[in-house]
Nanobody, 118 residues
Framework: QVQLVESGGGLVQAGDSLRLSCAAS????????MAWLRQAPGKEREFVAS????????DYADAVKGRFTISRDNAKNTLYLQMNSLKLEDTALYYC???????????WGKGTQVTVSS
């Protein structure tokens, strides 16, 4: 059974940092393309960052470039998102997603809430 379980979300103040984790099981994580996406209240889900299986290619949305860092530990089947200098507009439900067809994600987590206050 495939599972993606996000953790690490919470309530923080603007300027703070958070590290999200996504524990994967039930598929060959070390070969999968992985990503973080987010959805703010009343808005469509949007791409945040992605990483290839070897970490050779990493991509970020312009809104988070320079502040967020995506990484993975294939030995631990875990995906990470280090979020620094958080802004109010980063408030959203953050999802981990992955698969073997690029951004056509096969697997989704249930999300972890990140709330940034002033």
């Amino acid at each position: 059974q495939v599972q993606l379980v996000e953790s690490g979300g919470g309530l923080v103040q603007a300027g703070d940092s958070l590290r999200l984790s996504c524990a994967a099981s039930g598929f060959t994580f070390r070969s999968a393309f992985m990503a973080w996406l987010r959805q703010a209240p009343g808005k469509e889900r949007e791409f945040v960052a992605s990483i290839t299986w070897s970490s050779a290619y990493i991509d970020y949305a312009d809104a988070v470039k320079g502040r967020f860092t995506i990484s993975r530990d294939n030995a631990k089947n875990t995906l990470y998102l280090q979020m620094n200098s958080l802004k109010l507009e980063d408030t959203a439900l953050y999802y981990c997603a992955g698969g073997f067809r690029g951004r056509l994600y096969d697997y989704w987590g249930k999300g972890t809430q990140v709330t940034v206050s002033s």
